[in-house]
């Protein structure tokens, strides 16, 4: 019987090094209708976006691999403040990857 894949794992190795990996939860239609009212708002400032980025991320990112500088796991973040400590470049990607998995750009990797 087929299974529904529900996530999508992408490669983070150029934020994380080798073998680094994220994985999102793919939208539900429910959701994608949602979205234009959710974004009608965040046009008006950066924080605005940045605070509706966080919350899709909070929503969707469903597990990584990745680690701090000193090699120790980071726990997936489950509050806004819980992104404070990633690098630009780590923001950048996973809002790149949010992004791309709203837009239904992305395809699935393993």
């Not at 994220?22 to 234009?36: D, F, G, I, N």
């Not at 469903?62 to 990633?86: I, Q, Y």
């Not at 950048?92 to 750009?105: C, P, Q, T, Y």
């Amino acid at each position: 019987m087929p299974k529904r894949v529900d996530a999508i794992r992408l490669d983070a190795s150029e934020v994380q090094g080798d073998g680094a990996w994220v994985e999102l939860r793919k939208l539900k239609w429910r959701e994608m209708k949602e979205l234009p009212k959710r974004l009608a708002h965040v046009a008006n400032t950066e924080d605005d976006y940045t605070a509706e980025m966080e919350r899709l991320l909070i929503e969707h990112l469903v597990a990584w691999n990745w680690c701090n500088e000193r090699g120790e796991p980071l726990p997936v973040p489950k509050t806004s403040a819980e992104f404070d400590d990633l690098t630009s470049d780590e923001i950048k990607f996973l809002s790149g990857a949010i992004e791309n998995v709203v837009s239904g750009a992305v395809t699935r990797k393993n």
